[in-house]
Nanobody, 125 residues
Framework: QLQASGGGLVQAGGSLRLSCAAS????????VAWFRQAPGKEREGVSC????????TYADSVKGRFTISRDNAKNTMYLQMNSLKPEDTAVYFC????????????????????WGQGTLVTVSS
């Protein structure tokens, strides 16, 4: 299972770091990602990492503010969120898959098999 944590209430301009711990899996995932879903909106891709790729992918709305990382030794992925804005308020989900995917599918929710339960991030103005 994937267990997301680290959400909370923060003022605009503040920072949070989300974590997603994987347990019960016997090998490293090829792709891991963070998604978010605000009330009344569809789930959107925030950031992803694919093994053996040139680097992470970010949604335009978070480029320069968010950083995704993974620690395979700890079976954990992270999302460092800086300069948070009220529009970043959402439930954040981590996701993962074993099989390779093409780069343009990295932020597509339908690409992922395993999902965490979500952690709420609220940014006040």
């Amino acid at each position: 299972q994937l267990q997301a944590s680290g959400g909370g209430l923060v003022q605009a301009g503040g920072s949070l770091r989300l974590s997603c711990a994987a347990s019960g899996f016997d090998s490293d995932f090829h792709s891991v990602a963070w998604f978010r879903q605000a009330p009344g909106k569809e789930r959107e891709g925030v950031s992803c990492i694919r093994s053996f790729s040139n680097g992470p992918t970010y949604a335009d709305s978070v480029k320069g503010r968010f950083t995704i990382s993974r620690d395979n030794a700890k079976n954990t992925m992270y999302l460092q969120m800086n300069s948070l804005k009220p529009e970043d308020t959402a439930v954040y989900f981590c996701a993962a898959r074993y099989n390779r995917i093409l780069s343009y599918l990295c932020l597509d929710p339908s690409s992922y098999v395993y999902w965490g339960q979500g952690t709420l991030v609220t940014v006040s103005s």
